[in-house]
Nanobody, 122 residues
Framework: QVQLVESGGGMVQAGGSLRLSCAAS????????VGWFRQAPGKEREFVTA??????YYANSVKGRFTISRDNAKNTVYLQMNSLKPEDTAVYYC?????????????????WGQGTPVTVSS
């Protein structure tokens, strides 16, 4: 069983930065694929980024601006978001799933956090 708690969301002006954290319980967390998804108002939830065994994956819309990393000793995954744009405004969700899943498929993730809101003003 894995429980995920996101933090770090807030309001920022365009061009600014935020760092989201996803703290997890569970001794085997380091073996899980961890993904970040986001859901903007009126839109479906979409893939943002994922990390699995040190390999990272990014949606084209955030590539070069966002960086995912993990600290297994702290059971925490981070999402550093730079050069934020108004279109990045959304609720950001952390998710975890067993190794080998299709990282961009939200249905493959069995565990989800409650989400943290990010608002980017122009």
């Amino acid at each position: 069983q894995v429980q995920l708690v996101e933090s770090g969301g807030g309001m920022v002006q365009a061009g600014g930065s935020l760092r989201l954290s996803c703290a997890a319980s569970g001794r085997t967390f380091s073996t899980y694929v961890v993904g970040w998804f986001r859901q903007a108002p009126g839109k479906e939830r979409e893939f943002v980024t994922a990390i699995a065994w040190g390999v990272t994956y990014y949606a084209n819309s955030v590539k070069g601006r966002f960086t995912i990393s993990r600290d297994n000793a702290k059971n925490t995954v981070y999402l550093q978001m730079n050069s934020l744009k108004p279109e990045d405004t959304a609720v950001y969700y952390c998710s975890a799933g067993p190794g080998g899943i299709r990282y961009s498929d939200q249905g493959a993730y069995g565990y989800w956090g409650q989400g943290t809101p990010v608002t980017v003003s122009s």
